[in-house]
């Protein structure tokens, strides 16, 4: 944890993040999970914990785009935001969960959202052009495009998805099975 408030009994975790890191709400559950083991941490060592949040420092932030944007943007370049306490069984059993699972000889792949995989997309572009005209999310939905603007200069680009933790952020994928097949698949070097 970042800091413990003893007067709120409070812990926070303190990210850099980005603006859209902060709109979405996806960011919450692995939050919430991490601040909820600290929370478990701490009461272990004899620590009340009464409120979790994140202080989540946004690198992006900018006046300009939130006179743009109004009230659907940040007020702030730092934000906090208030992550949901478990209670003490709830905590219990998620910990034991994740050791079980780390203990295992095959341990779960992870999930796409894990990985932050982005799907492979096919973007119709005119034929020497930078910038797509479109993206599409498969191939036979880029031809229909073409067809349907009857375009001879217009090609299709394959854009191949990547799982982008496991290839730039994950500290595990020297250990990892999965970054192994990657490592093979795409011949990037780890």
């Known amino acids: 944890m970042d800091l413990y408030d003893i007067k709120r009994k409070a812990i926070q975790d303190w990210k850099v993040t980005s603006v859209w890191s902060v709109k979405d709400d996806t960011y919450k559950a692995d939050y919430e999970k991490q601040l909820n083991g600290y929370a478990w941490l701490a009461r272990l060592n004899g620590i009340e914990v009464e409120t979790l949040e994140v202080v989540a420092i946004l690198r992006d932030w900018s006046r300009l785009e939130r006179m743009r944007r109004g009230n659907g943007y940040p007020s702030h370049s730092v934000v906090v935001r208030k992550i949901p306490l478990w209670g003490p069984d709830i905590i219990q059993e998620?910990?034991?969960?994740?050791?079980q699972l780390h203990k295992n000889e095959?341990?779960?792949?992870?999930?796409?959202?894990?990985?932050?995989?982005?799907?492979?997309?096919?973007?119709?572009?005119?034929?020497?052009?930078?910038?797509?005209?479109?993206?599409?999310?498969s191939n036979t939905e880029a031809q229909e495009y073409i067809n349907d603007k009857g375009g001879d200069d217009l090609i299709i680009e394959t854009r191949q998805g990547e799982a982008v933790r496991c290839l730039s952020y994950c500290p595990a994928r020297q250990f990892c099975n999965e970054a192994g097949k990657l490592e093979k698949q795409d011949h990037i070097p780890f």
Do not use: F, N, S
């Not at 998620?94 to 050791?99: D, H, N, P």
């Not at 992870?110 to 599409?136: E, I, N």
């Open 94 to 99: 998620y910990i034991e969960t994740r050791v």
């Open 106 to 137: 095959d341990p779960p792949v992870c999930t796409p959202r894990d990985k932050w995989q982005r799907d492979t997309t096919y973007a119709v572009k005119k034929d020497g052009a930078k910038r797509a005209l479109k993206v599409c999310q």
